[in-house]
């Protein structure tokens, strides 16, 4: 097991990313995790991320606040609870739109499969 306490994350440069502080929660530097990271990114009020592309998917979970998530079909506002899936190939931008911080977990695989 292994278990990495909040106060001992590690934020990130996210690129891409405006108005967002992001920590390494599991995978990359913080562990050993195979086969995907998870992050937690505080999103300030306006911040986000840019649209963009990843050939990667994603998951993203609201612990607090709310999020807008923006794809060429979508214009969705995700709050506490709820989660989305964007598909490898997916372009999104990513805004919080309202004043207070919102809290958001991503899960990512990592770019080039599991780690040996």
């Not at 506002?77 to 309202?98: F, H, K, Q």
Request: with cysteine; net charge negative; glycine share 10%.
């Amino acid at each position: 097991m292994h278990v990495t306490r909040f106060d001992d994350a590690r934020p990130y440069d996210a690129p891409g990313h405006s108005g967002v502080v992001a920590l390494r929660l599991q995978g990359w530097e913080a562990s050993d995790c195979k086969n995907f990271s998870v992050s937690m990114s505080h999103l300030l009020p306006g911040g986000g991320a840019e649209h963009a592309a990843s050939p990667l998917e994603r998951v993203y979970v609201v612990t607090a606040g709310e999020a807008t998530v923006i794809t060429e079909s979508q214009d969705v506002t995700l709050r506490v609870g709820d989660s989305c899936l964007i598909p490898g190939g997916e372009a999104r931008t990513l805004v919080n739109r309202s004043n207070s911080v919102c809290t958001i977990i991503v899960v990512m695989p990592y770019p080039d499969g599991p780690r040996p």
